[in-house]
């Protein structure tokens, strides 16, 4: 008989705001890379992405504003401690995708090396918020209410709609970019499916 304890489900305040914190800072340190690239990715993030190319305005606010209206989703889905853990990683990455320029600069980054770098730092952001009971908000969320209501898979209701950004990507980037772009995105996709278990964590 094994001496070592299974793992427990639950965790402490301290648990959380330290995974959130975590969660949070590398979420925004991921789109640091990625905006100072010109590259862009999907789901809620990738369409402030774009909006943020065409109109010059920041990504932060443009992302927290977005998210908005996905809260009540989220509450009817996952329940009041959710959604107050997912409002504070959205409010806390839009604050420090703002305030992280003021404090890291890059000099060179190759695309294809920051994509995978963006899809490495970003996955173990989400796997982070999704151990701790958060998510990034957005079209996640949305997806698992359809997929109550309608029986429509959430998986391909996220991806539908990551085709659609990619598709309105290229009306802002090039196609190489856009192209470098979906290696960043697929190793997100990687991670959270080769490390995140649905059986132990609830994730959007």
Do not use: C, E
């Amino acid at each position: 008989m094994s001496d070592i304890a299974p793992p427990s489900l639950s965790h402490s305040h301290l648990d959380d705001a330290q995974g959130l914190a975590y969660g949070s800072t590398m979420a925004a340190f991921g789109m640091m890379i990625l905006t100072h690239l010109g590259l862009v990715t999907g789901q809620t993030a990738g369409l402030a992405v774009l909006i943020s190319y065409a109109t010059g305005w920041g990504f932060g606010p443009v992302f927290f504003a977005i998210n908005l209206p996905f809260y009540w989703f989220g509450y009817r889905r996952m329940g009041l401690a959710f959604v107050v853990k997912t409002f504070i990683a959205v409010g806390a990455v839009s604050v420090l995708a703002t305030l992280l320029p003021r404090v890291i600069t890059f000099d060179h980054i190759n695309p294809v090396f920051g994509a995978l770098l963006f899809g490495l730092v970003s996955g173990s952001a989400l796997l982070a918020l999704f151990r701790h009971g958060a998510s990034l908000g957005g079209v996640g969320i949305m997806a698992l209410w359809l997929q109550d209501r309608t029986g429509l898979r959430a998986g391909i209701s996220q991806l539908g709609f990551d085709v659609i950004v990619f598709a309105l990507a290229l009306l802002v980037r090039d196609a190489p970019l856009v192209a470098i772009s979906a290696i960043g995105s697929l190793v997100v996709n990687l991670m959270i499916a080769m490390n995140h278990r649905r059986d132990r964590y609830i994730a959007t």
